[in-house]
DNA sequence: ATTTTATACATAGAAGTCTTATGTATATAA
DNA sequence: TTATATACATAAGACTTCTATGTATAAAAT
């Protein structure tokens, strides 16, 4: 992704948050939909993202819909069930995390 | 630290802002300190913060001065002037990180 | 006509961070 | 006397991400 490491750990919950909003996103997608987001301040690799992927795919966070578009290939992915309810808790810790963070960083607000 | 991978890559913006903050610090209190900031939700391992400190200091970042109290070492740390405008980058980059990600969890705010 | 850019997938090797487990040592509280 | 708190440290492994590379089609630019 961008400079500095605090991306990292970040990239499944992302993923995550998009296909909930979105209902279904292929890969390609993803990286542009990021990119346009965060005015292309955050790019996502495909070497992070396709394993990733098959990760949550394999943990059956994900499920696969492949198509066929102009003569390419496209894999659409989206939340199964247990998914969904992932993706709720997953949610949570973000915020929980941003939540910690703005604690250490501006603790005279706290 | 905590469950979930998020706050891999924060430690060392985290250490510091710290730093930053209290002038100079030694390991143990900085555990202690940051579990009293997050009130117990973020819990630094000592596997990964005496490794961070030892880098930081290999970079020019911090440097250590040691002491013995009661009987016991402690290595007190504290930003170098290089250190110190790093800190002011590393505190940039995270904001513009928590925008990011708010930008992609909330995207009807933004 | 040919090269570059965009679309769309994929993986292997290396780098980097963090966790878990373990080790040393002193002081205090149970 | 045992457990807890204080205070440092490292090694092995797990995990994520980056860089580089590969395949392939289509459109745009030179």
Redesign the interface.
């Known amino acids: 992704m961008k400079?500095?490491?605090?991306?990292?750990?970040?990239l499944?919950?992302?993923v995550m948050?998009?296909l909930e909003?979105n209902g279904r996103m292929y890969g390609y997608e993803i990286t542009q939909k990021?990119k346009e987001?965060?005015k292309g301040?955050?790019k996502i690799t495909e070497g992070a993202l396709y394993p990733a992927l098959h990760k949550l795919e394999a943990e059956g966070v994900l499920e696969v819909e492949i198509e066929n578009v102009d003569n390419r290939l496209r894999k659409y992915y989206k939340l199964t069930e247990k998914g969904t309810s992932e993706t709720v808790n997953?949610?949570a810790?973000?915020?929980?995390?941003?939540k910690?963070?703005?604690?250490?960083?501006n603790?005279k607000l706290?």
Do not use: A, H
């Not at 400079?3 to 970040?10: A, F, I, P, V």
């Not at 910690?100 to 960083?105: C, L, Y």
């Open positions: 400079n500095s490491q605090l991306y990292k750990g970040s499944t919950t992302i948050k998009l909003e990021v987001i965060t301040e955050l997953r949610l810790e973000l915020e929980e995390f941003i910690n963070m703005q604690s250490i960083v603790p706290t």
